[in-house]
């Protein structure tokens, strides 16, 4: 037989033969060898050929058989060959008993043939052809393409060396590339690429700036340079000791169990005086936000209006309050109840005091005390402005004063021993001129209406969200394989990478406030400050769900819809989700959506005073 062999990869011409209504072909062939006992002289030298079809009435024998190849055994003869539902005399011997039983056993008799040759081949590969008796050429309606077959002799037998087939069609081997590689930035690039068109376009000549084949030479060179530029950082970034990145810093330190944070926002304390003429208001905590003073601007600034986005202009600091609080006019100023007696104070230490009148109101709130005017003068312009301090009170009793005619009701208050007064806190005093004595109440003066604030913006609201993107579909990559075109790699599916990045920064961290005292609710909790962030995940057609933000995902389990907030040196802040081991991966297709504060660090440690308009709905009897 003549012409190209050609090695393919799928069975299109073994399916057309067998599809066909007349023509053959061998299929496979099998080696008997281990089905035999070990001391079995016959092993390894009974053939059988599978074919597509029947042959039981091609009259093959051993003439039609041909087997060619070997190293140390050439060209094993062929003693018989018969179809296994005829089986030949020889197989009824005693010594042939085990054979027979193997070829007896065989599904399909009819389609297989029994093929015995003289000796047992080498570990070399061998070639079977079936061909027309006395002739080359293939038998009668027998496809010419599925004629042959090569095949081992040693197929079963242990070996130190490897068993696979060798491929026809091996990968094609390509010459390594003559890479400089101390080219590594855009103007070494540039100079590289033109060299190599030099060399191959002889003719060309790169005479100007806006010549086609230059402008592709610079972007192809700024792309290099970029690519070079990230290999570096990724080095530099995967060491502590040459880490540059923010996040790269604390994910090494979160090696080796140090938590690194991202700061803490500021709180204060913010007193509102409400319009006499209004009883009493609820200051909402959504929707309601407290400015550094603004020039020109009113107290009380409706959201969303005119004067609003005057103010925005002269970006002012934003805070936020914490709580809902109903403030009371009645609560604007308090005076002390002195018992009759004059020169009064409440010394260092103090966590009790009287108010004039029914505060019963005051239960569980905050209380400012200020001294207002100076002890000695009674001038308001001589009060010392540090002796203010703000108390959770803890007890309110109304009670009476039996003493003045008619008796006058007060309320004692009381306060945690956290709370204690940092300083003496004058009351009231007297003064002796020549003119006579003076009389001073009211130097000092309690304030409510207090609500507890923290430094931050909220720049969404529920209705219109920020769009993060959607989760993208992983990758599914099939490797290269050694063995040849013909042996796909193993396919491995790669998670999509998804960071989406917050539009404005730096990202409020806020700890929730203790709210015991009030030292306690003002002071900054560092080590539990987390994201202010609301985040949305809708994988359609499922209910949207919120996503809780964490310092770490170390102790999120797979199932947990948590995620990191990464900040970046200057501010800009990434989220970074988990992977199915530590806290959940989101599915494909998942939209998210965000809303978030934006307002960190020392720029919230406002001065006292600095706080002066109130921002919200029905905000104008603030005054």
């Known amino acids: 037989m003549s012409g190209t062999r050609y090695h393919c990869c799928d069975l299109r011409r073994r399916n057309a033969v067998a599809a066909h209504p007349v023509l053959n072909g061998l299929e496979a062939l099998e080696v008997i060898d281990r089905d035999l006992p070990s001391a079995d002289p016959l092993r390894q030298r009974t053939l059988l050929l599978y074919f597509l079809k029947p042959v039981d009435g091609a009259g093959f024998s051993r003439d039609n058989v041909h087997i060619t190849g070997g190293e140390r055994v050439r060209d094993p003869k062929v003693e018989w060959a018969e179809v296994a539902s005829l089986p030949p005399p020889?197989?009824?011997?005693?010594?042939?008993?085990?054979?027979?039983?193997?070829?007896?056993?065989?599904?399909?008799?009819?389609?297989?043939?029994?093929?015995?040759?003289?000796?047992?081949?080498?570990?070399?590969?061998?070639?079977?052809?079936?061909?027309?008796?006395?002739?080359?050429?293939?038998?009668?309606?027998?496809?010419?393409?599925?004629?042959?077959?090569?095949?081992?002799?040693?197929?079963?037998?242990?070996?130190?060396?490897?068993?696979?087939?060798?491929?026809?069609?091996?990968?094609q081997e390509r010459a390594a590339p003559d890479i400089d590689y101390l080219a590594r930035d855009y103007g070494t690039f540039r100079r590289l690429m033109?060299?190599?068109?030099?060399?191959?376009?002889?003719?060309?000549?790169?005479?100007s700036v806006a010549d086609g084949g230059v402008a592709l030479i610079e972007l192809l060179a700024y792309v290099g340079d970029q690519l070079a530029y990230r290999q570096d950082a990724i080095s530099t970034e995967a060491y502590l000791g040459t880490a540059?990145?923010?996040?790269?810093?604390?994910?090494?330190?979160?090696?080796?169990?140090?938590?690194?944070?991202?700061?803490?926002?500021?709180?204060?304390?913010?007193?509102?005086?409400?319009?006499?003429a209004v009883a009493s208001l609820v200051l909402p905590k959504?929707?309601?936000?407290?400015?550094?003073?603004?020039?020109?601007?009113?107290?009380?600034?409706?959201?969303?209006?005119?004067?609003?986005?005057?103010?925005?202009?002269?970006?002012?600091?934003?805070?936020?309050?914490?709580e809902t609080v109903t403030l009371l006019a009645a609560h604007n100023e308090l005076s002390f109840h002195t018992w009759s007696d004059t020169d009064c104070c409440l010394p260092t230490g103090a966590t009790r005091a009287t108010l004039v009148g029914d505060q019963s109101a005051l239960a569980d709130h905050w209380l400012l005390f200020?001294?207002?005017?100076?002890?000695?003068?009674?001038?308001?312009?001589?009060?010392?402005?540090?002796?203010?301090?703000?108390?959770?009170?803890?007890?309110?009793?109304?009670?009476?004063?039996?003493?003045?005619?008619?008796?006058?009701?007060?309320t004692e208050i009381e306060w945690g021993a956290a709370d204690a007064l940092k300083f003496p806190l004058c009351i009231s005093a007297t003064r002796t001129t020549p003119e006579g004595t003076e009389f001073f109440t009211d130097i000092s003066i309690a304030r409510g209406n207090l609500v507890l604030a923290d430094h931050g913006r909220t720049l969404q609201d529920a209705t219109d969200p920020e769009s993060l993107g959607t989760m993208p579909e992983g990758r599914v990559l099939t490797l290269a394989s050694d063995g040849g075109h013909c042996e796909p790699g193993p396919r491995r599916e790669v998670a999509a990478r998804f960071h989406p990045t917050l539009a404005e920064g730096p990202v409020t961290q806020s700890a929730t406030p203790d709210l015991a005292s009030a030292w306690s609710a003002v002071r900054s909790t560092v080590i539990g400050a987390v994201p202010q962030i609301t985040l949305t995940g809708t994988f359609a057609p499922e209910p949207p769900e919120l996503w809780q933000p964490r310092r770490s995902l170390l102790n999120s389990d797979g199932n947990a819809r948590d995620f990191v907030v990464e900040v970046e040196n200057d501010g800009r802040a990434s989220l970074r989700f988990g992977d199915g081991r530590y806290a959940e991966r989101p599915a494909a297709v998942t939209v998210f959506t965000a809303i978030y504060r934006v307002g960190n660090g020392t720029a919230g440690n406002v001065g006292a005073e600095a706080l002066a308009h109130v921002v919200g709905i029905d905000v104008d009897a603030i005054v």
């Open 244 to 276: 540059r990145r923010r996040v790269s810093t604390r994910r090494h330190a979160t090696l080796v169990d140090y938590e690194m944070h991202d700061g803490c926002n500021a709180r204060v304390f913010v007193h509102l005086r409400l319009d006499p």
């Open 370 to 410: 200020e001294e207002v005017r100076g002890p000695r003068t009674g001038e308001a312009s001589d009060a010392d402005p540090t002796h203010r301090q703000v108390v959770k009170l803890t007890k309110v009793t109304v009670t009476t004063d039996p003493v003045p005619n008619p008796t006058v009701t007060v």
């Open 90 to 171: 020889e197989l009824a011997d005693a010594g042939e008993a085990d054979t027979a039983a193997i070829v007896n056993a065989l599904d399909d008799p009819t389609q297989i043939l029994v093929v015995r040759v003289a000796n047992a081949g080498d570990y070399s590969r061998y070639t079977l052809t079936l061909t027309a008796a006395g002739s080359d050429l293939p038998p009668a309606d027998f496809d010419p393409r599925m004629t042959s077959i090569e095949f081992s002799f040693k197929a079963e037998c242990p070996s130190d060396f490897d068993c696979r087939d060798t491929h026809l069609c091996p990968p």
């Open 194 to 207: 033109l060299d190599r068109m030099a060399h191959q376009v002889p003719d060309w000549r790169p005479d």
């Open 286 to 322: 959504a929707g309601t936000q407290f400015l550094t003073r603004c020039d020109r601007i009113d107290v009380g600034i409706a959201s969303g209006s005119s004067e609003f986005r005057e103010a925005l202009q002269q970006r002012p600091v934003f805070f936020e309050p914490l």
